[in-house]
C-alpha cells in the first residue's frame, strides 16, 4: 500500500535559516513524488516534480529511494515561505495523488 | 498549466439538503479527480472522473451520497447529497496534465468552501 508520511505538522524557522520538510513514503515500485504548497486563502499548487530536478523559489528536494525520501530543503528561509506544505505521491499516470497530512512552515523574522 | 475554475466557491447549507459543485478547465483533459479537505486535515481523494465511464470511487465514498458527471472533457460536477453537518469541507477538483513523455502532472482548482449547519 501507499503511504505518505510528514512526521512534522507544524515547523518554524527564523528568517534566513536553513529549512527542511520532511517526506517520507512507502510504495514498491518507482513512485513519482510531488511537493505542493498551498499559501493562506490560495489555492493548491505545485511547488516541485522530483522528476524535473529542479529549484523553485530556492526549494529543492532530491528522491533518496535508498531512505525512501523525499525531504524539501531550502538554504535561507524567507518570510513568504510561511505556508502548508504538502507531499504527495503517484503511483502512475492516470492514479490520483496520495497526499501527505502536511506541513505548516512558518518563517519568522 | 490548466486553468481550473469552480463554482460556487463556498455555500453555507441545511442539513438535509444537497449541492452540486461545478468545476471548468479551459482545456480538454481525459483525467479529472474530486478532492475532499476536511478541516485541519489532508486531501482525501472521493473519486475519479473519466469522461465516457462511470466515476470510480475510493472506499468509503458511494455514489449515492456523491454522485458525479463528466458530460464533456472541460467540465465535471460534484454533487453533496443529504448534506449533514460531517459533509463541512473544502472540496476540490483537480485534472492530470499530459508531461507528453515527463512526468504527468495533477493541478487543483481554487475549492469549494462547504458548511453545513
Known amino acids: 500500500a501507499q503511504r505518505v508520511t510528514q512526521p512534522e505538522k507544524l515547523l518554524s524557522v527564523f528568517k534566513g535559516a536553513p529549512v527542511e520538510l520532511k517526506c517520507n513514503y512507502s510504495?514498491?515500485?518507482?513512485?513519482?513524488l510531488f511537493w505542493y504548497v498551498q499559501y493562506s486563502r490560495q489555492r493548491l499548487q505545485l511547488l516541485l516534480r522530483?522528476?524535473s530536478r529542479e529549484s523553485i523559489k530556492g526549494f529543492t528536494a532530491d528522491l533518496n529511494k535508498g531512505e525512501t525520501s523525499f525531504h524539501l530543503k531550502k538554504p535561507f528561509a524567507q518570510e513568504e515561505d510561511s505556508a502548508m506544505y504538502y507531499c504527495?505521491?503517484?503511483?502512475?499516470?492516470?492514479?490520483?495523488?496520495?497526499f501527505g497530512k502536511g506541513t505548516s512552515l512558518l518563517v519568522t523574522p | 498549466s490548466a486553468v481550473i475554475s469552480q463554482k460556487p466557491s463556498r455555500d453555507i447549507c441545511q442539513r438535509g439538503t444537497s449541492l452540486t459543485i461545478q468545476c471548468q478547465v479551459d482545456?480538454?483533459?481525459?483525467?479529472m479527480f474530486w478532492y475532499r479537505q476536511q478541516p485541519g486535515q489532508s486531501l482525501t481523494l472521493i473519486a475519479t472522473?473519466?469522461?465516457?465511464?462511470?466515476?470510480?470511487?475510493e472506499s468509503g465514498f458511494v455514489i449515492d451520497k456523491f454522485p458525479i458527471s463528466r458530460p464533456n472533457l472541460t467540465f465535471s460536477t460534484l454533487t453533496v447529497s443529504n448534506m449533514s453537518p460531517e459533509d463541512s469541507s473544502i472540496y476540490l477538483c483537480?485534472?492530470?496534465?499530459?508531461?507528453?513523455?515527463?512526468?504527468?502532472?495533477?493541478?487543483f482548482g481554487p475549492g469549494t468552501r462547504l458548511t453545513v449547519l
Open positions: 504527495a505521491l503517484n503511483s502512475n499516470s492516470g492514479y490520483a495523488l496520495n
Open positions: 483537480s485534472v492530470e496534465e499530459d508531461g507528453g513523455g515527463a512526468t504527468d502532472t495533477q493541478y
Open positions: 472522473a473519466n469522461q465516457g465511464s462511470e466515476a470510480t470511487y
Open positions: 482545456s480538454q483533459v481525459t483525467m
Open positions: 522530483h522528476i
Open positions: 510504495y514498491s515500485g518507482s513512485p513519482e
